[in-house]
């Protein structure tokens, strides 16, 4: 076994037991040696940066095992599962109908895009089309607008019971 490999199998070690700074230690090394297992490296980083919350990092790691093997569909599933989480809906969508297309059983990849749908569709429901807006702004009616109140001033002063 190979450094690399072992630096995988470590930082996979880690991630199951809960150790996110290590397995993300672990896999980042990995990547940095010459001889690096890129997929599972990459897949295991990405996993752990979505378990982080790093998102941006996880969908980075994802495409470059994308750009390497183009089927793979643990890859698609990760890089949807962090396009939906940085709101990026249709490119969430896309990625995790492709991973659905290449394990069609996969549960979690169906849960996913299940979500990703949904929030499509809520954020498209909360957003009025420019139609809609433009028809809803036209039918108002004008609110009448209040003249400009008079202006107050003192007139006690030279008017009063002893000064008129």
């Not at 420019?130 to 607008?145: G, I, S």
Request: aromatic content about 4%; proline content about 5%.
């Amino acid at each position: 076994m190979s450094a690399a490999e072992e630096l995988v199998q470590q930082g996979n070690a880690a991630f199951v037991a809960e150790d996110l700074d290590e397995a993300l230690e672990k896999f980042s090394a990995a990547l940095q040696l010459e001889a690096s297992p890129v997929i599972p490296a990459h897949l295991g980083r990405a996993a752990v940066c979505l378990k982080l919350g790093r998102y941006e990092e996880a969908l980075v790691d994802a495409e470059q095992v994308l750009e390497v093997e183009p089927t793979h569909a643990k890859a698609f599933l990760r890089a949807g599962t962090a396009c939906c989480h940085l709101k990026q809906l249709e490119k969430a969508v896309q990625h995790l109908k492709r991973a659905l297309e290449l394990n069609p059983k996969d549960g979690t990849t169906r849960k996913w895009l299940e979500k990703a749908e949904e929030a499509q569709r809520a954020e498209a429901s909360s957003k009025p089309s420019r139609t809609e807006a433009a028809t809803t702004a036209a039918v108002q009616p004008m609110t009448e607008v209040a003249p400009p109140a008079a202006p107050k001033f003192r007139r006690e002063w030279y008017q009063t019971a002893t000064h008129v």
